[in-house]
């Protein structure tokens, strides 16, 4: 963490880490967000990824998407497509619109999972349903037509 954190976000943190370390997955989720905004150092990013883990394990949505984009969008030796899409698949299941999102997408050009126009439409029109604006803007369209978007911030 940056070391010029003052004492009230020092004790912040130091309280989400007890709780996280103690088993409560919000806290782990929280703790995770935490660390992965500054990931700019290698131990942040390891520290990010273990604390969604821990989350996602325990079922938080939210951090099951998070896992998917580390592994989707990672440039680095992390990147794995076929990782990516179980983790997003669990929090597709549980309404992640995102997840959705990415899924409907990996469905259509066959990343990481077999190309199905029909599970692609499914997750990219599920996402839509929940509101999520780049969903309700590709389900404007035909599959066929390729309308691109950037998924990875």
Known sequence: ???LKTQAAETEFDRWHRLAASGDMKAQYQLAEIYQADASSGENREAA??????????????????????????????????LAASWFTYAAEQDEAGAQLFLGFMYREGIGVSQSDEMAR????????????????????????????????
């Open 122 to 153: 499914r997750w990219l029109e599920r996402a839509a349903e929940l509101g999520n604006s780049k969903a309700r803007f590709i389900t404007r369209y035909p599959l066929d037509a390729r309308v691109d978007f950037k998924l990875c911030r």
């Open 49 to 82: 990824e273990l604390w969604f883990l821990l989350a996602a394990e325990q079922g938080v949505a939210q951090a099951q998407k998070r896992l998917g984009e580390i592994y989707y969008c990672s440039s680095s030796a992390e990147r794995d497509p076929y």
């Open 1 to 3: 963490m940056a070391a």
